[in-house]
């Protein structure tokens, strides 16, 4: 099937009429519409991409990036959560990028590559818009002969249709009744929610509305009325949503009223009758002042300067003692720092063992890695073995952390001054290396600079170097909580990974201000992530036994953590459900000797006989499934 229309940028089109995209990174690219689908089924987009054989960027792997955006019948765009198929992008809700044609074409004067992405097209969407935009091409290329064509069976995917209540379904759906489906979420003292999101309709409807309740520091419920709320002798407090589409975008501001420490926000459907979902889970903004990119500022980017703007803002405390700038000091308590939970550590030590990633006489150890000396003023942007995972590693500050834990005081001063020395040379949004603002190294990090900022504490070092380390702690987790409240990362290992992060600077700082919002949102994501990745039989939707191993892992470093708190049991008793029934499957493909069957060309681990072995010793390990686990060949 051809598509309905094409638009690309203005400019001269060769004789065949094909569209043309520039070399103006995203700004250049080719709109093409397909219209006439059929839901419920899969469906594969194809086309030829051909570029001058001056083209120095060909062997990129992000030649050009490709965006898919979906239409219901009434030609409102689905802002579906996830389809499966595609992964969540920066540019487009959906898509992937595509490889250069590294290779010469068949022309002299051309290089040409044929690329298909296929896709499921989940109810109610009737029409696709595909953007192939520029990305790091140096020369235009034209896109010849794009189309999509119905692949298998239709309907092929469980739960793609109407998610059913209290659950996702595989595209994101939370199915709508007359009984709400609740989000429980932290707020910052005085300031406003806004959640943004859609409602997905078939048929009529009468609409649906979100249900109200706030409660105070010491979870007391307040009673309505509520500032900006609608009441009915039924229900206290609520917000109307109209559906007047089959796909509607809603935007509810909340106030909360003096006093309330969280809000439960409750969405259901007036009508019981009615088919209404949720495309996905709405949407959590701050105010403006309270968004990253506001107090960021450029031209004062340092920890401690991004820290007191914010403080400054929602009307933090000043350092006790005297007049000054707000301090994080007012919002440190040892012992919950001390106890603080770091679950993305833990699975490291379980994965590759204690002295994988250390810091150790005046050496970084990141295994496989030989020991690299670390210079009295490291250079940020090494990268002496050429490896892409050592950079993260390095970029994480998991080793500093390690060195933060020795009992000797001159490694400890050692790892808290190296961690001052990155963020001296990492000012937000101009890093040393641009693998450090990945969302995984970012993780690792925050919960490395919390370890280093519990040691600070501990030693009662430079003050300076407390302050540093706690903006760091703050700025690091803000831009996670963007990352999990806009679910840039859903459904994908990565978020239960960030959403771990978050949860520990929560429960480690739990009298800032920030911290029952970030907590909220890491549990809000944490269930959603383990709900997609892990199904009420214990399937594990990741095709890579590797990271089904390091995702089960991650899920029993949790479980204490939830289960010993009552605000936090409910996802503990959804992993306890879960995770037996995910580790006795995956144990039975264990071989005598420890190994799982190799899996295409996805990552495997040396020493998974050890991994397995440390993860059985630790109070981590499986409730079941446990006498499945394999046991190591004897030497010989």
Same mark, same amino acid.
């Given at each position: 099937?051809p598509?309905?229309?094409?638009r690309?940028?203005?400019?001269?089109? *060769?004789? &065949? +009429?094909?569209?043309?995209v %520039?070399?103006?990174?995203?700004?250049? #690219?080719a709109? =093409?519409?397909?219209?006439?689908?059929a839901?419920?089924?899969?469906y594969?987009?194809g086309?030829?991409?051909i570029?001058?054989a001056a083209?120095?960027?060909?062997a990129a792997?992000?030649?050009?990036?490709i965006?898919f955006a979906?239409?219901?019948?009434?030609?409102?765009?689905?802002?579906f959560?996830?389809?499966?198929?595609?992964?969540?992008?920066s540019m487009?809700?959906?898509?992937?990028?595509i490889?250069?044609p590294?290779?010469?074409?068949?022309?002299?004067?051309?290089?040409?590559l044929?690329?298909?992405?296929?896709?499921?097209?989940?109810v109610?969407?009737?029409?696709v818009?595909v953007?192939i935009r520029?990305?790091r091409?140096?020369?235009p290329f034209r896109?010849?002969?794009?189309?999509?064509?119905?692949?298998?069976p239709?309907?092929a995917i *469980?739960g &793609? +249709?109407v998610a059913?209540? %209290?659950?996702?379904?595989r595209?994101? #759906?939370?199915? =709508?009744?007359?009984?709400?489906?609740?989000?429980?979420?932290?707020?910052?003292p005085?300031?406003?929610?806004?959640?943004?999101?859609q409602?997905?309709?078939?048929?009529?409807?009468?609409?649906?509305?979100?249900r109200?309740a706030?409660?105070?520091?010491?979870?007391?419920?307040i009673?309505?009325p509520?500032?900006?709320?609608?009441?009915?002798?039924?229900?206290?407090?609520?917000l109307?949503i109209p559906?007047h589409?089959?796909?509607?975008?809603?935007t509810?501001?909340l106030?909360p009223?003096p006093?309330?420490a969280?809000v439960?926000?409750?969405?259901?459907?007036w009508?019981?009758?009615?088919?209404?979902?949720?495309?996905?889970?709405p949407?959590?903004?701050l105010?403006d002042?309270?968004?990253?990119?506001?107090?960021?500022?450029?031209?004062?980017p340092?920890?401690a300067?991004?820290l007191?703007?914010?403080?400054?803002?929602?009307?933090?405390s000043p350092?006790?003692?005297?007049?000054?700038a707000?301090?994080?000091?007012?919002?440190?308590d040892?012992a919950a720092l001390a106890e603080?939970?770091?679950?993305l550590?833990?699975?490291t030590?379980?994965?590759?063992?204690?002295?994988?990633?250390?810091?150790?006489?005046?050496?970084?150890?990141i295994a496989?890695h030989?020991?690299w000396?670390?210079p009295d003023?490291?250079?940020w942007?090494?990268?002496?073995?050429?490896s892409r995972a050592?950079?993260?590693?390095?970029?994480?500050?998991?080793?500093?952390?390690?060195?933060a834990?020795?009992?000797?005081?001159?490694?400890?001063d050692?790892a808290?001054?190296?961690?001052?020395?990155?963020?001296?040379?990492?000012p937000?949004?101009?890093?040393?290396?641009?693998?450090s603002?990945?969302?995984?190294?970012?993780?690792l990090?925050?919960?490395?600079?919390?370890?280093l900022l519990?040691?600070?504490?501990q030693?009662a070092?430079d003050?300076?170097?407390?302050?540093?380390?706690?903006g760091e702690?703050?700025?690091h987790?803000?831009?996670l909580?963007?990352i999990?409240?806009?679910h840039t990362v859903?459904g994908?290992?990565?978020?239960v990974?960030?959403a771990?992060?978050?949860l520990?600077a929560?429960?480690?700082?739990?009298?800032?201000?920030?911290a029952?919002?970030?907590?909220?949102?890491?549990?809000?994501?944490?269930r959603r992530?383990?709900?997609?990745?892990i199904?009420?039989l214990?399937?594990i939707?990741?095709?890579?036994y590797?990271?089904r191993?390091?995702?089960?892992?991650?899920?029993?470093?949790?479980?204490?953590?939830?289960?010993a708190?009552p605000?936090?049991?409910?996802?503990?008793?959804?992993?306890?459900?879960?995770v037996?029934?995910?580790?006795a499957?995956?144990a039975?493909?264990f071989?005598?000797?420890?190994?799982?069957?190799?899996f295409?060309d996805?990552?495997?681990?040396?020493?998974?006989v050890?991994?397995?072995?440390r993860?059985?010793?630790?109070?981590?390990?499986p409730?079941a499934?446990a006498a499945?686990?394999?046991?190591p060949?004897?030497?010989g």
């Amino acid at each position: 099937m051809p598509p309905a229309s094409v638009r690309a940028d203005p400019g001269a089109a *060769p004789p &065949a +009429g094909d569209p043309i995209v %520039g070399n103006r990174n995203r700004w250049s #690219r080719a709109v =093409l519409v397909f219209t006439g689908l059929a839901p419920g089924q899969w469906y594969e987009f194809g086309a030829c991409m051909i570029c001058a054989a001056a083209e120095t960027a060909a062997a990129a792997k992000d030649f050009a990036a490709i965006g898919f955006a979906f239409l219901a019948q009434d030609r409102s765009e689905v802002d579906f959560a996830h389809v499966p198929g595609l992964a969540r992008t920066s540019m487009d809700a959906h898509g992937d990028w595509i490889a250069g044609p590294a290779r010469p074409g068949p022309g002299a004067d051309a290089r040409a590559l044929l690329f298909r992405r296929r896709f499921f097209l989940p109810v109610p969407a009737a029409e696709v818009t595909v953007v192939i935009r520029s990305w790091r091409n140096a020369q235009p290329f034209r896109i010849v002969d794009p189309s999509i064509r119905p692949i298998g069976p239709g309907a092929a995917i *469980p739960g &793609a +249709g109407v998610a059913p209540q %209290g659950r996702l379904g595989r595209d994101g #759906r939370i199915a =709508l009744t007359a009984k709400p489906v609740w989000f429980r979420h932290g707020l910052i003292p005085g300031r406003p929610l806004v959640f943004k999101g859609q409602v997905i309709a078939r048929g009529g409807t009468e609409g649906a509305l979100a249900r109200i309740a706030y409660r105070d520091a010491a979870g007391s419920p307040i009673p309505p009325p509520y500032p900006g709320t609608l009441a009915t002798l039924t229900m206290p407090a609520f917000l109307d949503i109209p559906v007047h589409r089959q796909a509607y975008r809603f935007t509810l501001k909340l106030a909360p009223p003096p006093g309330a420490a969280t809000v439960a926000i409750g969405f259901a459907a007036w009508d019981a009758g009615s088919d209404l979902a949720l495309a996905g889970v709405p949407d959590v903004l701050l105010d403006d002042d309270l968004r990253l990119a506001d107090l960021a500022d450029d031209t004062d980017p340092g920890a401690a300067a991004f820290l007191a703007r914010l403080l400054g803002r929602i009307g933090g405390s000043p350092a006790k003692g005297g007049p000054g700038a707000p301090s994080i000091r007012p919002y440190l308590d040892p012992a919950a720092l001390a106890e603080r939970p770091s679950p993305l550590r833990d699975v490291t030590r379980l994965r590759d063992g204690p002295d994988a990633c250390i810091l150790a006489e005046g050496a970084i150890r990141i295994a496989p890695h030989p020991a690299w000396a670390l210079p009295d003023a490291p250079d940020w942007a090494a990268d002496p073995y050429r490896s892409r995972a050592w950079r993260l590693a390095f970029q994480s500050l998991a080793w500093a952390c390690g060195g933060a834990e020795s009992p000797d005081r001159a490694i400890r001063d050692r790892a808290v001054a190296t961690a001052v020395s990155w963020s001296r040379a990492n000012p937000w949004g101009r890093p040393a290396d641009g693998l450090s603002l990945h969302p995984a190294c970012m993780a690792l990090r925050l919960e490395a600079l919390l370890g280093l900022l519990a040691a600070a504490v501990q030693d009662a070092g430079d003050e300076a170097a407390v302050g540093i380390l706690g903006g760091e702690v703050v700025r690091h987790a803000a831009a996670l909580a963007e990352i999990l409240a806009q679910h840039t990362v859903a459904g994908s290992p990565l978020e239960v990974q960030v959403a771990s992060a978050l949860l520990a600077a929560g429960l480690a700082l739990p009298s800032f201000p920030m911290a029952r919002h970030w907590t909220g949102l890491a549990m809000i994501a944490l269930r959603r992530g383990f709900e997609a990745l892990i199904d009420p039989l214990g399937g594990i939707v990741e095709p890579s036994y590797h990271r089904r191993l390091e995702i089960l892992t991650l899920a029993l470093v949790l479980l204490p953590t939830l289960n010993a708190r009552p605000d936090l049991a409910a996802l503990g008793t959804l992993l306890d459900e879960r995770v037996p029934g995910a580790w006795a499957g995956l144990a039975a493909l264990f071989e005598p000797d420890g190994a799982l069957p190799p899996f295409d060309d996805a990552p495997d681990h040396p020493d998974r006989v050890g991994w397995l072995k440390r993860l059985a010793a630790s109070r981590a390990r499986p409730a079941a499934g446990a006498a499945q686990c394999p046991q190591p060949a004897p030497a010989g």
